[in-house]
């Protein structure tokens, strides 16, 4: 019943952008940090991005600040992430997930986790 559902990924071409979506169904996002993790091939998920309950925190990996923005829309129960100026290396699954905690190293104590979306990064 509790589910987070990721939406927007697809293929695309190096320097191309992609606009990720998560939508709630069957609680409210508004008292959760929000993290977007990706696990590439061979690879550990790793923390993309955390944002905080309110929005007015942000914290991204090193390997995309500057290309990735990470927003909220709790009126919409739906995090988003933008991603800019796409390489190769950002293929992988993405993943929302709703937590409890935000810090300057990502979100912690995850709760629920969305099914994962391929983003496939490629000429």
């Known amino acids: 019943q509790l589910q987070l559902v990721e939406s927007g990924g697809g293929l695309v071409q190096p320097g191309g952008s992609l606009r990720l979506s998560c939508a709630a169904s069957g609680f409210t996002l508004d008292y959760y940090v929000i993290g977007w993790f990706r696990q590439a091939p061979g690879k550990e998920r790793e923390g993309v991005s955390c944002?905080?309950?309110?929005?007015?925190?942000?914290v991204y990996a090193d390997s995309v600040k500057g290309r990735f923005t990470i927003s909220r829309d709790n009126a919409k129960n739906t995090v988003y992430l933008q991603m800019n100026s796409l390489k190769p290396e950002d293929t992988a699954v993405y993943y929302c997930?709703?937590?409890?905690?935000?810090?300057?190293?990502?979100?912690?104590?995850?709760?629920?986790w969305g099914k994962g979306i391929l983003v496939t990064v490629s000429s």
């Open positions: 944002i905080s309950s309110s929005g007015g925190s942000t």
């Open positions: 997930a709703a937590g409890q905690y935000y810090s300057d190293s990502g979100c912690r104590g995850i709760n629920y």
